[in-house]
């Protein structure tokens, strides 16, 4: 009740009030970010470095925009979601994590995804996070690249889930990176923490952020919810499940979370379905017997096209 009345307080007076938060309604990215002040980014790395390195060895338990929590607050939405696409892939999980700076949401849900027989989770990030990953992150499972295309081509495990986490409203052009990832037809897309406006339409704002946990303003989309769940589904992504995320904000607005799953990717495995069952429809041979041997075979060939389906 208390955050629903925050929120219609005047963005501006918040932000005077409170000294964080988001205000303003910009014409273009660029103009929000004439406004913006920036922000250090070596500090931020070093702050989530030191933060995350002590989650890593036991000295903490959960780490979340470099600020340490003697609790993780888990977005059980999220990891449900992952250990449900685990376990349509017989225990495999193999996660582009785009935008997931030294690990936050792999160490978050470790102890979970340490039950499973086969993860790799990759995160992609700005090459000095990338730098920083390898020297002091990196082990078997937790893998750093610089692109999706480079994680793409160079994991060893085919990537069945990339997940969105409180990052693309921070990326001026979100829907071209989205539509650069669509075009490797992944199975599964998660979007979690990310703002929605109330009346549908895109609204970039300028975001202060508290200055306990560092110096910076930014811009920050809203997203039209309609205009978003109409652009995966004009990919031919299927909604399967929506969430309220963790987030809370200043403004009218909602923080949620959407599980997207390919459509085609779910033809192409009932095509598959379709050519086993004939495959063992194929192999399975009956015979009219006289004396000693079979006088009469039959056996269902597979058209050969269908082979590209394996």
Not at 35 to 41: A, F, L, R
Not at 91 to 113: A, C, E, P, R, W
Request: hydrophobic share 35%.
């Amino acid at each position: 009740m208390k955050h629903k009345i925050l929120q219609f307080l005047p963005d501006k007076l918040f932000v005077f009030l409170k000294n964080w938060g988001w205000q303003g309604d910009f014409s273009s990215w660029k103009e929000a970010e004439n406004k913006s002040t920036g922000y250090s980014d070596d500090l931020i790395l070093e702050k989530v470095k030191t933060s995350l390195l002590k989650v890593k060895c036991g000295e903490a338990v959960y780490e979340r925009d470099s600020v340490l929590f003697d609790k993780i607050e888990y977005s059980w939405e999220l990891l449900s979601a992952l250990m449900w696409i685990a376990a349509q892939n017989k225990g495999s999980l193999h996660v582009i994590d785009f935008g997931g700076s030294l690990g936050s949401t792999y160490y978050q849900n470790k102890i979970f995804l340490d039950s499973l027989t086969d993860v790799s989770w990759n995160i992609v990030e700005q090459p000095n996070y990338v730098k920083v990953g390898l020297e002091s992150f990196q082990d078997d499972r937790l893998h750093f690249y610089t692109s999706i295309d480079d994680c793409y081509q160079k994991s060893k495990e085919k990537i069945n889930t990339i997940l969105f986490s409180s990052v693309l409203q921070y990326m001026e052009r979100p829907y071209e990176i989205l539509e650069s990832c669509l075009s490797l037809n992944i199975e599964f897309i998660i979007i979690d923490r990310t703002g929605f406006t109330l009346n549908n339409k895109d609204r970039i704002t300028l975001q202060k952020v508290p200055s306990k946990i560092y110096e910076a303003t930014y811009p920050c989309w809203f997203f039209g919810e309609e205009k978003w769940r109409s652009f995966f589904r004009d990919n031919r992504y299927e909604l399967i499940a929506s969430f309220d995320a963790l987030d809370k904000v200043n403004i009218l607005s909602k923080y949620k979370g959407f599980i997207f799953r390919n459509s085609k990717s779910q033809i192409r495995n009932s095509q598959f379905q379709i050519w086993n069952s004939r495959f063992q429809i194929r192999n399975s041979r009956f015979y009219l017997r006289k004396p000693g041997k079979p006088i009469l075979t039959y056996s269902m060939m597979v058209p050969r096209r269908n082979a590209a389906l394996l």
